[in-house]
């Protein structure tokens, strides 16, 4: 079995999985699923209304009567992807929707592919089953074609994503994510359980809690109590871990009262993960790029976090190069993480994003610099995270079974997200094993972001 590659991009989204089963005469759209997590939930959302109404999912462009895209327009290297990925549609199939992050831009995309159907913006579902009814349109068999009760899942059956909010209130000069996905809307809480309840019921062993900011859930609402269940993190994520699944948090921002989480982490009720995006150390770079400037304080505070949870894994990106990053600033960064020993660590080279405020800030770092800057953070973060795996070698730990061939299983420990982090293989006393299984191993090998076990 292969290592997990270390270049892995945390903003990417799963591989989706499809259930391609059709009936004869059966309409068919094919989808294509581009960004992070919380775009596979819009396609899973997409696809689940689409089926209620007698729609197939095709796994080819040429099965399908019309494919959406569904963009990422984050960074301009996502942009351009989105765009390959739609002209590859175009000239596959010849039917394109396009929607997502990228559909606020819809010049952009008509400028480049002028002859896709429709462009829509992101959660804008109705819009995208309208242009699907114009290239494709419905023919439901209400006595064949009923809604499984979970909807439609992009993920493997044993884990699904749970989106609690949309949109994000902060400004951070690098990014345009509050243009296009707008200020901070949070669901309902009693909303959230009921979805998370359905997906525990339809065998789901693992929820990862995602938003564009998780910790600031419910700040919209005034953290009101709605049916029994109140509109906050702590309180939501205590809920959710009564549930008997595991439960991620992704793109936690480390606020005060995200300490409140670390003990029902200590007490089991969630994983003791927290993914965080720190973004850099210096405190000039911070404010440089409009966040909040206490690398300090934050050193106290993940030592907190492990003094209440010595089990608990730290994880963040962070981002090189920034406009004005002089070699001093850098080095500051590298200290920083020397001192954090963060467990999960990924990194990206600055990008100017059309829109974004960092693009008129002066002094940009040429790209041989950035380069340079990242080769020397990731290998320091590589370092790190090899003596931490190695120093679980010989332990016993609980993992979750993601898939099983001929050659083994692939599983995930607790300090591990799916498509994100690394893995644990089973290359041996496998054969029982079935995918979603929670089984008890022992460490015998460890990697620089990899485990083996056996059971």
């Known amino acids: 079995m292969s290592q997990n590659p270390p270049l892995l991009r945390p903003d990417l ?25 919380k775009a596979l939930v819009d396609s899973e959302r997409i696809l689940t209304r689409l089926r209620a ?37 175009l000239a596959e199939n010849g039917k394109v929707i ?23 913006g992101p959660q804008q579902y109705e819009q995208v089953l309208d242009a699907v009814h114009g290239a494709v349109p419905p023919s439901p068999d209400p006595f064949i074609d009923l809604l499984p009760a979970s909807g439609v899942s992009l993920t493997p059956r044993h884990y699904s994503y749970l989106k609690i909010s949309e949109g994000c209130n902060h400004a951070c000069k690098f990014c345009i994510i509050p243009d296009m996905r707008g200020k901070l809307v949070s669901r309902p809480a009693h909303a959230v359980m009921r979805e998370a309840e359905k997906l525990v019921e339809a065998g789901v062993r693992e929820l990862l809690v995602i938003s564009q900011d998780t910790s600031a859930y419910g700040l919209d609402r005034k953290y009101a109590t709605e049916r029994g269940h109140r509109a906050h993190i702590t309180d939501l994520a205590r809920d959710l871990g009564s549930l008997g699944a595991w ?33 850099h150390a210096h405190p000039d770079v911070l404010r440089r790029m409009a966040r909040p400037a206490a690398a300090a304080k934050t050193l106290d505070e993940i030592n907190a976090w492990r003094s209440a949870c010595p089990d608990i894994t ?7 190069g920034y406009p004005g990053e002089t070699e001093e600033e850098f080095q500051t960064l590298l200290d920083w993480l020397d001192e954090a020993q963060l467990d999960r660590v990924g ?9 974004a405020r960092a693009n008129m800030l002066p002094d940009h770092v040429p790209d041989e610099v950035k380069q340079d800057r990242w080769n020397r953070f990731m290998e320091k973060s590589q370092a ?20 099983v061939d001929e050659q083994g299983a692939t599983c995930r420990t607790k300090a591990d997200a799916p498509e994100i982090d690394g893995n644990l293989f089973i290359d041996e006393g496998f054969e029982t094993l079935s995918p979603g299984d929670i089984v008890s191993v022992t460490v015998d090998e460890a990697g620089e972001y990899d485990l083996w076990g056996t059971p």
């Open 314 to 320: 730290l994880r963040s990106t962070f981002i090189v």
């Open 98 to 120: 396009v929607t997502g992050c990228l559909g606020a831009e819809p010049e952009y995309i008509t400028g480049a592919h002028p002859s896709v159907l429709a462009v829509t």
């Open 247 to 279: 439960v991620r948090l992704h793109y936690v921002y480390p606020y005060p009262h995200v300490r409140d989480l670390i003990p029902l982490m200590a007490e089991g009720l969630v994983l003791p993960y927290l993914d965080i995006p720190f973004q």
């Open 384 to 403: 790190i995270s090899e003596a931490k795996l190695a120093a679980k070698v010989g332990s016993r730990i609980d993992v979750i079974v993601d898939s």
């Open 53 to 89: 109404e007698g729609y197939a999912i095709s796994p080819e462009y040429k099965g399908a009567g019309a494919v959406i895209v569904n963009t990422c327009g984050f960074l301009d290297s996502a942009k351009a992807e989105s765009l390959a990925a739609i002209g590859e549609a």
């Open 347 to 355: 990194c990206f080279q600055y990008e100017n994003v059309k829109g």
């Open 13 to 37: 989204a799963p591989n989706p999985i499809f259930d391609t089963t059709r009936r004869e005469g059966q309409p068919t759209i094919g989808m294509v699923s581009l960004g992070c997590p």
